[in-house]
């Protein structure tokens, strides 16, 4: 089975801390993906990567950094949180070229982060 | 720029009826179609996944249709029980090689 484990399934932060939420994968996947989640806004992603130090902006990238230096892990950095920050993280990541992609895309359990 | 729709946003069915949840989409050049289950507080796990090849896929009692023309897919739960209470989500991979979610269905099955 595959499967992306998220790093911290709760996460209590100070605004202004700098926020590392980890991601790994064991299944040789090409392509991770970060998202959060939010009630009533659904999923938006906010990077991924289709490489080893390989990225791309999401829909709502702002306020946040990614680092993909090896293949199975991908971190999503908050250089300094802010309470509108306080969301549900999810990793994901998927098989093949994302440019062609048609490989299924898998989760990990999420990370709920709440900024104080 | 892709849009998935979900309707309705809730659903409550008592236990042991055949159900059907609602996806649909505006760009009909779409490449795939995944359907995932999301439990409260919990990531999503991959039900079904449709290429724009294939008009359906079925895993147990559940069975994903595609219909690229008229730009839905269904999720068909054959005898629904309590433990398929859940938010069913869909995302369609599009022609801008972006993946599009909908804001998913919440199920509910009474015993």
């Known amino acids: 089975d595959v499967k992306v484990t998220q790093s911290s399934r709760y996460l209590v932060k100070r605004t202004g801390e700098k926020v590392f939420l980890e991601c790994v994968q064991d299944m040789d996947h090409e392509n991770m993906f970060w998202y959060r989640q939010d009630p009533g806004l659904g999923l938006r992603l906010i990077y991924f990567s289709y490489d080893v130090k390989m990225k791309e902006k999401g829909d709502i990238p702002e306020g946040y950094s990614v680092s993909r230096e090896k293949k199975e892990r991908f971190s999503l950095i908050l250089e300094s949180a802010s309470t509108n920050q306080t969301s549900m993280y999810l990793c994901?990541?998927?098989?093949?070229?994302?440019?062609?992609?048609?490989?299924?895309?898998?989760f990990g359990e999420g990370s709920r982060l709440t900024v104080l | 720029k892709q849009e998935v729709t979900q309707i309705p946003a809730a659903l409550s069915v008592p236990e042991g009826e055949n159900l059907v949840l609602n996806c649909s989409f505006t760009?009909?050049?779409?490449?795939?179609l995944q359907w995932f289950r999301q439990d409260p507080g919990k990531g999503l796990t991959s039900l079904l996944l449709?290429?724009?090849?294939?008009r359906e896929q079925t895993s147990g009692r559940l069975n994903a249709s595609l219909d690229k023309s008229s730009g839905r897919s269904t999720l068909y739960i054959a005898a629904s029980q309590p433990g398929d209470s859940a938010t069913y989500l869909c995302a369609g991979l599009g022609a801008n090689s972006k993946l599009t979610f909908g804001k998913g269905i919440t199920l509910s099955v009474r015993p």
């Open positions: 760009d009909s050049a779409i490449y795939n």
């Open positions: 449709i290429q724009s090849s294939q």
């Open positions: 994901a990541s998927s098989t093949l070229p994302w440019r062609a992609n048609t490989g299924e895309l898998f």
